[in-house]
């Protein structure tokens, strides 16, 4: 299943960092983090 995140993507001092904006479940936290993080989605540090 496809799911839009609205995040907020910034670099604050040379560390890409990604704010997701709507609140989800905790239960799905893991889940959106592993995906957005992942190397091929949006290219930000853990």
């Not at 993507?9 to 989800?24: A, D, G, R, S, W």
């Amino acid at each position: 299943m496809k799911q839009e995140i609205d995040f907020i993507k910034f670099n604050p001092i040379q560390n890409m960092t990604i704010l997701v904006k709507p609140n989800y479940p905790v239960e799905e936290y893991r889940h959106i983090a592993s995906k957005i993080m992942s190397y091929d989605s949006v290219y930000a540090d853990k």
